[in-house]
């Protein structure tokens, strides 16, 4: 089956740093991935879609300058949470869209806990 | 705007018990419905699907059915094993947003015990 990994899997780091995670599709090209982000206790939000090549489209409420992302290639998405503080710790979560998948097609990454202290 | 209910876990079931996990929404127009499953360690996995009401979603002895009468997609097993433990999200697609936006319920964390 298709599978998304991402790296790494748990990161702390010191308030005002910037982390940068990774997603890659190992065994097929994603012509579109999603990062969503997951609070204890509740649902997966989705933060933002990218297209390899092209600018990532925000949800409302996500700061684009905060949570900037790139999809440089058709394998691989980052995330990078700049000038991190506590509140944004939390899991996040990248899918990837085949680009011979349909609409409802996504698989999933394992996660990444980001705890900012 | 769109939102997903589903029940609150631990779901804590011994094994041959049958299963149920609750899964109500509310969307405009006609939403694609989804159950996924996360094993520990995992990235959530596409468990099973309905696309259009009164369709039924199967796999692996899960099955659910999409209920636009009661805005509901309850997920069913008749017969839980230990390895069915995982955590269960229940989620629709909006079709207006061109079937992108999956719009996910809490999580249900099943253990299904010996």
């Known amino acids: 089956g298709a599978v998304v990994s991402q790296h790494p899997s748990w990161v702390i780091c010191k308030s005002g740093t910037s982390v940068k995670i990774e997603c890659r599709s190992l065994d097929f090209q994603a012509t579109t991935m999603f990062w969503y982000r997951q609070f204890p206790k509740q649902s997966l939000m989705l933060m933002a879609t990218?297209?390899?090549?092209?600018?990532?489209?925000?949800e409302q409420g996500v700061e684009k300058d905060k949570f900037l992302i790139n999809h440089a290639s058709l394998t691989l998405s980052t995330l990078t949470v700049t000038s991190a503080h506590p509140e944004d710790s939390s899991f996040y979560i990248c899918s990837a869209r085949p680009h011979s998948g349909g609409i409802h097609t996504q698989y999933f990454g394992p996660g990444t806990r980001l705890t900012v202290l | 705007g769109n939102s997903v209910t589903q029940m609150e876990g631990p779901v804590t079931l011994s094994e041959e018990a049958f299963l149920t996990i609750n899964c109500t929404y509310t969307?405009?127009?006609?939403?694609?419905l989804f159950w996924y499953v996360q094993y520990p360690g995992e990235g959530l996995q596409l468990l099973l699907k309905?696309?259009?009401?009164?369709d039924k979603g199967s796999n692996k002895g899960f099955e659910a059915t999409y209920r636009k009468e009661t805005t509901s997609f309850h997920l069913e097993k008749g017969s839980v094993q230990v390895s069915d433990s995982a955590v269960y999200f229940c989620?629709?697609?909006?079709?207006?947003?061109?079937?992108?936006?999956?719009?996910f319920g809490t999580g249900t964390q099943l253990k299904v015990e010996l």
């Open positions: 969307a405009t127009g006609y939403p694609s």
């Open positions: 309905a696309t259009k009401a009164d």
């Open positions: 989620a629709l697609s909006d079709q207006m947003g061109g079937g992108n936006k999956l719009t």
């Open positions: 990218s297209n390899e090549g092209s600018k990532a489209t925000y």
